[in-house]
């Protein structure tokens, strides 16, 4: 038995679901489109950190909690093509499956129950909301608003060997490259991000070839 971690925004989805969520509310505003566009792309390729991707994005538009609600329960039309089956397989055969995001809780649970993914297994952001929806901010103690690597690291001690991370994101192979996981493969279905493809052992073009890839490491 080993553990399987998804990354969420274009691995377990085809989109960027922060992105979609603040899109929406600016989607006559086609420069603050870019805007947050060219933010979460300059975070997912490493030049910017998470938290400050994040930061500034939330600075940019200020997302309510109904909206994130919302995206969550129609989410289920982005997931990728071959990815329930996959995940019913490996929880079949005994593996432990997460998501690793940072994207927002809200957002990704729905999807992940349907997928057979429990509650406890989705490791992502939790922002602060006041009693309207509104946002009240960053949780300072959450270190998934952080990175993910300061995520991880608090809960390694609990997943079994080995672990593999999925995903199409600068911050998914700082996971491997920071030692916190035994292998990390690069999901490049949706996203093919130069400075993550260049450094990855191995690249997934689908689910069927993250299959085979999955099959050989567990």
């Given at each position: 038995m080993g553990c399987v971690i998804f990354?969420?925004?274009?691995?377990?989805?085809?989109?960027?679901?922060?992105?979609?969520?603040?899109s929406s509310k600016v989607q006559s505003n086609q420069e603050l489109t870019s805007r947050l566009r060219s933010i979460t792309d300059r975070g997912m390729s490493g030049d910017l950190p998470f938290s400050e991707s994040l930061r500034l994005r939330l600075e940019l538009v200020r997302p309510v909690l109904e909206d994130v609600r919302a995206f969550g329960n129609?989410?289920?039309?982005?997931?990728?093509?071959?990815?329930?089956?996959?995940?019913?397989?490996?929880?079949?055969?005994?593996?432990?499956?997460?998501?690793?995001?940072?994207?927002?809780?809200?957002?990704?649970?729905?999807?992940?129950?349907?997928?057979?993914?429990?509650?406890?297994?989705?490791?992502?952001?939790?922002?602060?909301?006041?009693?309207?929806?509104?946002?009240?901010?960053?949780?300072?103690?959450?270190?998934?608003?952080?990175?993910?690597?300061?995520?991880?690291?608090?809960?390694?001690?609990?997943?079994?060997?080995?672990?593999?991370?999925?995903?199409?994101g600068a911050t998914d192979l700082d996971l491997y490259e920071q030692g916190v996981v035994q292998y990390f493969i690069a999901f490049a279905q949706h996203q093919a991000r130069p400075s993550v493809v260049s450094r990855a052992a191995q690249l997934a073009h689908n689910t069927d070839e993250l299959r085979l890839m999955l099959e050989a490491l567990i």
């Open positions: 990354d969420f925004d274009s691995t377990l989805i085809s989109v960027e679901s922060l992105d979609e969520i603040l129609r989410a289920h039309q982005y997931v990728t093509d071959g990815m329930p089956g996959l995940i019913a397989g490996l929880v079949r055969a005994g593996h432990d499956v997460w998501i690793m995001s940072g994207g927002l809780f809200e957002a990704i649970e729905p999807v992940a129950l349907k997928l057979g993914i429990p509650s406890s297994h989705i490791a992502a952001v939790r922002l602060q909301w006041n009693s309207d929806g509104s946002l009240s901010g960053i949780d300072p103690r959450d270190p998934f608003a952080v990175s993910k690597v300061m995520g991880a690291r608090k809960l390694a001690a609990s997943w079994p060997d080995p672990v593999v991370m999925i995903g199409d």
